[in-house]
């Protein structure tokens, strides 16, 4: 963003008294064209990458990271570079055709594992990168999205370089699954596997591996700082708190980045002139320990994104999981038995945990449950979130 956007957005928010100047700036789920502090690492990543140049393929490669680290912000915000720069005849690539163009072509294609479950959806990811055509959505089947595929990327001077992210998490196309499907095209394609974990069985034969560590105290604090200084009008947030926001967070970012856009939520509900201790406090306390990504909660269907909205909402504290349903279903069209089993299946994805319930008898010992993710964002930012009135003295149906 350049100084006059900075400028315009300040004076915006001094006009109209508000104290989030620009949410998606503060979001835990959107990246920056840039991402702050990862110098060193994006260097490491394009050295690892510099064969595209020359119109060769890198090396397969994983960028492995703990939860928080910007995995996914620095290889998203790598690519889009690398298309800018090397990728300016695909988006046009009949057109440079018909002109004779005879130079490679290299595309860099991210496709999110969370949002792409199937051989289907995967080659659809793809294909609107690299193919100037539309992709259908529908009325096709998936064989025939493999051939179209395999179409582009069987001409010698067309590459492409397809990192899937998150595929060490439940229900995503593990990394061997992706080789397999891009197996007809594998001479013209590289893969980057990005998660926490490298692929089952990855050693030096299958490629190299680049780690990402935690954010060091510093970093983190200028992560903060830059967000806060685009997304938050000016004086909403003092050092002090940026400070001991970055320490709360311990490297993870996206804890970070969670509790200041719950906080900013929090100050914005109450009319606050700025955000408070409180604010901060109560944010926190909405950002579990340990928990999972808001972005999980987010790629869901409506359907259990509904259901995890009114999960949020209800009484939890000490109620088993069937009278939990049960208050779900009664807010919903959805029937306890469906409830029921959506929530075990989002506990079993980890997105939601079991917690035992103490017993007096012999039998199936009860358990709860309780939501692993940012529940003021997710309701904040969910299409499916419910209508209830937020309780600025707690979260509503949340627990302490």
Known sequence: MNLQERI???RSARQDRSIIVDRDHLSPVVHRQEPVGRGPVLEQLLDTLEPAFDGELPSPVAVVGPAGAGTSAIITALFDALNDRLGESSRSIATTTRAGSTGPVTWFVYVDGRRVESAFAFYQAVLSVISAEPVPESGIGTDDLGERLTSQLTRHDRRAVVAIDHHDEPETLCYDRVRELLAPVNDSVSTIAVGQTEPDGWDADAGSTITIPAYRHHELVDVI??????GLAPGVLDHESVRELAVWADGNAHDALAALFSAAVLASTTDADHIEAGHLEQAQTAVPSHGVHVDRTLALSETRQQVLAHLVDVD??????????GDIADRSTLTDGTVKRFLYELADRGVI????????GSGRRPSSVE???PTLVFRTLSSASTDSDLDTDGMSGENS
């Open 8 to 10: 315009a957005r300040r």
């Open 225 to 230: 700082t830059d967000r806060a200084s685009t």
């Open 316 to 325: 939890r504290d000490g109620r088993p999981i069937r009278e939990i349903a």
């Open 353 to 360: 945990e079991r917690v035992p319930l103490p017993t007096t």
């Open 371 to 373: 939501p692993r993710f």
